[in-house]
């Protein structure tokens, strides 16, 4: 059995894609409680995957937890760039970056 753990991820973060944008959170929350992310996954996955927890953590109305998760999604992303993943996630926060406590 090959263990591809960038697979793994990316196949992780699509289906969680997916039941987020039908509003299947029941089941998104299953398959996290019945799934590990990859530990040695790539930073860019590591945050997709960040950012839909903490999605899900949101719509629970867990905010702590998807505070927690979406600035470590923020903080995951790369620098420089993915400005609209940066985005998207200050909104999930309900907020910009200023109200939020951090930058752009």
């Known amino acids: 059995l090959r263990h591809d753990t960038e697979g ?3 196949l992780l973060n699509l289906l ?3 039941y987020i944008h039908y509003n299947l959170y029941e089941q998104a929350e299953k398959l996290i409680s019945k799934s590990t992310f ?3 996954a790539n930073n860019n996955e590591s945050a997709r995957y960040l950012f839909y927890l903490g999605k899900i953590k949101a719509t629970q ?3 702590s937890e998807a505070f927690k998760n979406l ?3 923020i ?9 609209g993943f940066k985005t998207s996630s200050y909104q999930a926060l ?4 200023a109200t ?3 930058g752009a």
């Open 94 to 97: 309900g907020g910009s970056p």
């Open 61 to 63: 109305l867990d905010y």
């Open 16 to 18: 969680l894609r997916n």
């Open 38 to 40: 990859p530990d040695n």
């Open 8 to 10: 793994q991820a990316t």
């Open 71 to 73: 600035n470590q999604a």
């Open 75 to 83: 903080r995951k992303a790369p620098q420089n760039a993915a400005i």
């Open 100 to 102: 939020v406590g951090g």
